[in-house]
């Protein structure tokens, strides 16, 4: 228990110094942007391929990564069938709010806090291969048909996980494991340094990122940066800079964030007049956003819990798939409301709500199972 929270005391020193950073000053808001695509695009790919290239992978085909699989899997079903039925929302919103109720913040967090509180990330890749070749392409299709947008018109969209860096890394372990390639013999040992050196700053880029995402959503900041923006493209030659630091920057922070960002920067920024049109409405999607965010901090890690349990698993083994069903909800979700037009109040509320929650959730996993 002692290491557990020591791990998470560490977890939030970091991403505080990461908040105070741009809270004070030191750099400029939307920072998080550039550490997130360092992370998602170089460091964390590397950490997929020296992880899953050394691990057991006896140790990721196991009952505990099991048992998370199947939480995520049920939870997000289950999350479905109350939206759409108990609360009579749209095939759409109730895809959306079923995504923000079981697809973890695998990448951003889930590596770092594994790391954390366990010492090893290998966890993560079988949550990492479910959701991006299984869960969004089928939220996808359905969302495809409900919005009657077919899937020829969103190409991007649907090849979007075989382009994913994440998976890339993932698949490249497994490729280095299951051949016995030695990377330390290869170039005179360039390539493996070159991997280890990215790999170790992922975990630090990641929460010093989330604490600097956290610190640009608050209205002080989110006002200034609005400023800042406007007063770009009112400048002479905004067209040259915008396409070297204004909009195009915007754009590329949804597009990290889409695919794995650190929680709670795309949806703050993103909410303005969405969070107005969700005042209108507070009955309905105020009990669309609790449904999500109890199935996510709750139903799913209690899910874990139990099936853990059935397959056998006992005191500490259990922290595993229950730590990795707790994690937050992903950016990802938000990406897809925006895209598909549906519920994306929800999606940003249940991201920030989330990612504030899993703190407990695995605190109290570690005092019950430790």
């Not at 869960?135 to 299709?141: G, Q, V, W």
């Not at 890394?169 to 493996?192: F, K, Q």
């Not at 929460?207 to 007063?231: D, F, K, N, Y």
Request: net charge positive; glycine share 14%.
């Amino acid at each position: 228990m002692g290491e557990v929270v020591s791990g998470l005391a560490v977890f939030a020193v970091v991403i505080a110094v990461g908040w105070a950073l741009v809270r004070f000053g030191a750099v400029p808001a939307g920072s998080d942007t550039v550490l997130t695509g360092v992370c998602f695009y170089a460091a964390t790919p590397a950490l997929m391929v020296t992880t899953i290239g050394g691990a057991d992978l006896a140790t990721v085909v196991s009952r505990a990564t099991l048992a998370g699989l199947l939480a995520e899997t049920l939870g997000i079903v289950s999350a479905w069938l109350v939206h759409r039925f108990a609360l009579r929302r749209s095939v759409a919103e109730s895809t959306i709010g079923a995504l923000a109720a079981g697809y973890v913040n695998a990448a951003n967090l889930g590596i770092p806090v594994l790391i954390v509180l366990l010492g090893d990330a290998t966890a993560i890749a079988p949550i990492l291969l479910l959701q991006l070749l299984v869960i969004s392409p089928t939220a996808f299709a359905v969302l495809d048909v409900s919005t009657a947008r077919g899937a020829g018109s969103r190409p991007a969209v649907w090849t979007a996980p075989l382009r994913n860096p994440l998976l890339l890394g993932v698949v490249a372990g497994l490729v280095v494991n299951l051949t016995g390639w030695d990377a330390r013999a290869a170039a005179g040992g360039l390539i493996a340094n070159s991997l280890d050196a990215l790999g170790a700053l992922a975990v630090t880029l990641m929460m010093l990122s989330l604490g600097m995402s956290l610190a640009a959503s608050s209205p002080r900041v989110t006002r200034r940066l609005t400023i800042v923006r406007v007063a770009r493209l009112r400048a002479p030659g905004s067209a040259a800079d915008g396409a070297d630091g204004g909009p195009a920057a915007g754009g590329a922070d949804g597009g990290v964030d889409g695919a794995g960002g650190a929680a709670g920067g795309g949806p703050a920024a993103g909410g303005g007049a969405d969070g107005a049109g969700a005042a209108l409405d507070r009955g309905e999607r105020g009990a669309a956003l609790w449904v999500s965010v109890a199935w996510k901090l709750a139903v799913v890690p209690l899910l874990a819990l139990g099936l853990g349990t059935a397959l056998g698993l006992r005191g500490p083994a259990l922290l595993v798939p229950v730590t990795t069903a707790g994690l937050p909800s992903a950016q990802n979700v938000f990406m897809y409301a925006t895209r598909y037009g549906a519920a994306k109040p929800l999606a940003r509320d249940c991201v920030l709500l989330t990612t504030a929650g899993f703190v407990p959730v695995v605190l109290l996993a570690a005092v019950l199972l430790s």
